[in-house]
Antibody
Framework: QVTLRESGPALMQPSQTLTLTCSFS??????????VGWVRQPPGKALEWLAL???????RYNPSLENRLTITKDTSSNLVVLTISNLQPVDTGTYYC???????????WGKGTTVSVSS | EVLLTQSPGPLSVSPGERITLSCRAS??????LAWYQQRPGQAPRLLIY???IRATGIPTRFSGGGSGTEFTLTISSLQSEDSAVYYC?????????FGGGTKVEIK
């Protein structure tokens, strides 16, 4: 069974750096073509792709936030970590990680972790 | 950058009805389109990928169609658990983009 679970702090202050961890099971990031991505959703709003890391360590970032995002993987521990620097209140929302297997869509989602950015 | 426009606006429909949701892309995206269902307070769930392929475990009352710039998600015989927001997402290019969603309420 494929599962993913996000973890991270619930409350952050502006200008801080957020570190989110996605722990997964039921698949391997060593499998060709597989990836793990991050999608966020501000309260009451639509979804937005942030970043994706592939099995070959190729990384993609949303250009609208590219200079603030870093995605890494630890295949031995089945973890993917996303950092977002210089947080602002507009970064408040729910952050999801998910698996990518064929195209850049998510076939299995984590439950999400909620982050609030406020002074 | 591709823009995705979803229609209609919020729907309030009765159980057993059939509805068709639309997703229009500003540029040709072949069949690189997915549909997701997001129930209140839950994560999205993949329904359809490559425009018309039903994801594992998705009931047959959900069907997708279209290619190029016009796509549809049809839900036949709506059930109470279908109350949700439905998003389309294109993955023809990076970054993948989501539509704004269509909210479906079951009366």
């Amino acid at each position: 069974q494929v599962t993913l679970r996000e973890s991270g702090p619930a409350l952050m202050q502006p200008s801080q750096t957020l570190t989110l961890t996605c722990s997964f099971s039921g698949f391997s990031l060593l499998t060709s073509g597989v990836g793990v991505g991050w999608v966020r959703q501000p309260p009451g709003k639509a979804l937005e792709w942030l970043a994706l890391i592939y099995s070959d360590d190729d990384k993609r970032y949303n250009p609208s936030l590219e200079n603030r995002l870093t995605i890494t993987k630890d295949t031995s521990s089945n973890l993917v970590v996303l950092t977002i620097s210089n947080l602002q209140p507009v970064d408040t929302g729910t952050y999801y990680c998910g698996r990518r297997i064929v195209g850049d869509y998510v076939d299995v989602w984590g439950k999400g972790t909620t982050v609030s950015v406020s002074s | 950058e591709v823009l995705l426009t979803q229609s209609p606006g919020p729907l309030s429909v009765s159980p057993g009805e059939r509805i068709t949701l639309s997703c229009r892309a500003s540029h040709h995206i072949a069949s690189a389109l997915a549909w997701y269902q997001q129930r209140p307070g839950q994560a999205p769930r993949l329904l359809i990928y490559y425009a018309s392929i039903r994801a594992t475990g998705i009931p047959t009352r959900f069907s997708g169609g279209g290619s190029g710039t016009e796509f549809t998600l049809t839900i036949s015989s709506l059930q109470s658990e279908d109350s949700a927001v439905y998003y389309c997402q294109e993955y023809n290019d990076w970054p993948p983009l989501f539509g704004g969603g269509t909210k479906v309420e079951i009366k």
